[in-house]
């Protein structure tokens, strides 16, 4: 059982007997990045500001969430497009999203991005570089300020200005092993080629004394920079605002004091929901599915028998990303959907450094932007001999300031 005292590391499970197909695996991935470092395989450089946020994992840490944080932190200030892979969508190519874009023709994360700002561009492009061509070339969008990149880390034919790369706190990269043994997709010594790494999922309460210990744990080197995330709860709200019973205007504790929750979850790491959902509620039923599940007949008939089998009071919660695939199946009884709620989540910077790491994103769009409002500002935060005469547009990296 899940407890509130949950340190990190603690959900990281290896498989001993397959370490050996590990080692392969690895081979055959330190050959490719070998490759890129050799320039044997190209790496290419954007004039337009590019922040890629991405992982080494398999599995959920958060790559969603902290993409829209960077889009609230940019949006008033400057042209954010946001391009993604569009995983599971039932198109092909580069797709830009216009107000009939759905789940199946951008991809469930680039559609929650797109009904959450809808005054941003929205792209999906399984290859980043033709995706990037195309929303620079001014044929589709134009004067675009910056690209955020969705799980982009492993795309490295793409070299972003800022490479973000997360780390979930409850399956930290350095203990963890790579595929099939453990989780991750590249060596742990890939975390070298971020300029920002986010140990995500984070205790609220994280102690200064965790703090130092995963720091050290994590060896990164000076031109790296280190924070921490957590995710901050918003006011639960309908899946289906029409039916009877489905409002709750209440604080997230006055919401599922009492209650007895059906935590209903497509995502690849739920378990730190889970944990913070049980410090709210009577008790939380975890009904898990994989990460972009596609509802079918079968799933929805269990959702209607695990929500039947609870005791009253009762209501589920899913997430953002599982709302855009819900609202479209078919078969969810009347009671379900008048006690199905979305749960928002934003991402909070733990720790006060939120200013740090804002300014960090906000001065490199600044030096690298032409159009936005921030390049037009002036810089508090910059030595006096930056932004000489004569300098244009360019795609930096913290290793180069």
């Avoid at 993409?67 to 400057?78: F, I, P, S």
């Avoid at 994280?206 to 901050?232: C, D, N, W």
């Avoid at 804002?358 to 409002?373: E, F």
Wanted: proline letters at 6%; one cysteine or more; aromatic letters at 8%.
């Amino acid at each position: 059982m899940l407890g509130k005292d949950r340190i990190e590391g603690d959900l990281i499970s290896i498989n001993k007997k397959l370490l050996p197909l590990s080692w392969l695996y690895g081979w055959g991935v330190g050959f490719r990045n070998l490759l890129f470092e050799m320039g044997i395989l190209k790496s290419r450089p954007y004039s337009t500001p590019v922040i890629s946020v991405g992982n080494i994992t398999v599995g959920g840490t958060g790559k969603t969430p902290h993409v829209e944080y960077l889009v609230r932190l940019l949006k008033d200030h400057a042209k954010v497009a946001v391009l993604s892979r569009g995983y599971k969508r039932k198109t092909s190519g580069f797709v830009l999203a216009g107000d009939d874009a759905t789940v199946r023709t951008i991809g469930d994360e680039p559609y929650q991005m797109k009904t959450k700002f809808p005054d941003i561009t929205v792209a999906v492009d399984k290859k980043r570089t033709r995706g990037i061509e195309k929303l620079t070339s001014g044929d589709y969008v134009k004067d675009i300020d910056v690209i955020l990149l969705d799980d982009a880390f492993q795309h490295r034919y793409v070299k972003p200005g800022i490479n973000i790369l997360l780390v979930d706190y409850h399956r930290l990269i350095i203990y963890d092993k790579l595929l099939p043994a453990g989780r991750l997709r590249e060596p742990v010594v890939s975390k070298n080629r971020a300029d920002i790494v986010i140990v995500t999922k984070c205790p609220k309460d994280l102690k200064p004394m965790e703090f130092r210990v995963i720091t050290k744990a994590m060896g990164l080197y000076p031109y790296q920079q280190l924070f921490f995330s957590t995710h901050e709860f918003g006011t639960l709200r309908p899946v289906f605002p029409t039916a009877p019973n489905a409002e709750i205007s209440q604080t997230l504790s006055e919401s599922l004091a009492d209650k007895n929750v059906l935590l209903l979850t497509g995502i690849a790491s739920p378990e730190q929901m889970l944990i913070d959902l049980k410090t709210y509620a009577k008790e939380v039923t975890p009904l898990a599915f994989s990460d972009h599940h596609d509802f079918k007949k079968k799933d929805v008939d269990r959702i209607n028998e695990a929500f039947n089998a609870l005791p009253s009071p009762k209501l589920i919660v899913t997430t953002e990303k599982d709302e855009t695939r819900l609202k479209q199946v078919d078969g969810l009884s009347d009671e379900v959907k008048s006690r199905l709620y979305v749960l928002p989540i934003k991402i909070q910077i733990l720790l006060e450094q939120e200013n740090t790491f804002n300014q960090s994103i906000i001065n490199y769009v600044r030096k690298n932007s032409r159009n936005s409002i921030l390049a037009k500002k002036p810089d508090d935060h910059k030595p006096k001999d930056c932004d000489r005469p004569g300098d244009r547009p360019r795609t930096i990296s913290f290793r180069n300031n």
